[in-house]
């Protein structure tokens, strides 16, 4: 069966440092892979999706980067964090295969910029 | 452009009792329509999908929802509330057009099951 590991799962940072979020998914090949964020435990804002590696579209301008190194391995990354950074990032994944087009979450990343 | 309203804030329902949690969707094209249920500080679990088929979709957890084209809704249901069922519901829709498709997700609702 397939499963989504991210981490950390908590995690504080001061303004201006870098940031990296990890996310690999395993029992699947060729996912589609995706970063959210959910601000004020509400809605969700799709920040990356990936359809392959190394191909990375942006839904929205911001402080943040994603890149693909592997096929199943999906990074989000600062330069410079800023205070509004701060949020819970949510990865996920769904399959390219006929029928399945739902997305799978993993456990979410807090992160708090002070 | 695809769209998603979830009109209620916050659910209230008694235990035992039947709850709806009230979705509708804006998309061209044959929709793929989805529920999650997420607890605080948790990731999103996948409860049920419309893709094609029959109207009324069963799920995890003894929920189900009602596909209607008509009135381009997809409400979650459940004919018995459980106190652990609190928490929050998110419905999503994706266009059925062939290769990568965004989901959109509504804002959520809030689902309190009192005791």
Known sequence: SQTIHQWPATL?????????????????????????????????????????IGQISS??????????????????????????????YLCAWSSTLPGGPEAFFGQGTRLTVV | AQSVAQPEDQVNVAEGNPLTVKCTYSVSGNPYLFWYVQYPNR??????????GDNLVKGSYGFEAEFNKSQTSFHLKKPSA??????????????????????????GTKLQVIP
């Open chain 1, 59 to 88: 839904e929205v301008p911001q402080n943040l980067s994603a890149s693909r190194p592997q096929d199943r391995q999906f990074i989000l990354s600062s330069k410079k964090l800023l205070l509004s950074d701060s949020g819970f």
């Open chain 2, 82 to 107: 459980l106190v652990s069922d609190s928490a929050l519901y998110f419905c999503a829709v994706r266009a059925n057009s062939g290769g990568y498709q965004k989901v959109t997700f509504g804002t």
């Open chain 1, 12 to 52: 504080v940072q001061p303004v201006g440092s870098p940031l990296s979020l990890e996310c690999t998914v395993e029992g699947t090949s060729n996912p589609n892979l995706y970063w959210y964020r959910q601000a004020a435990g509400r809605g969700l804002q799709l920040l990356f999706y990936s359809v392959g």
């Open chain 2, 43 to 52: 990731g999103l679990q996948f409860l049920l999908k419309y893709i094609t």
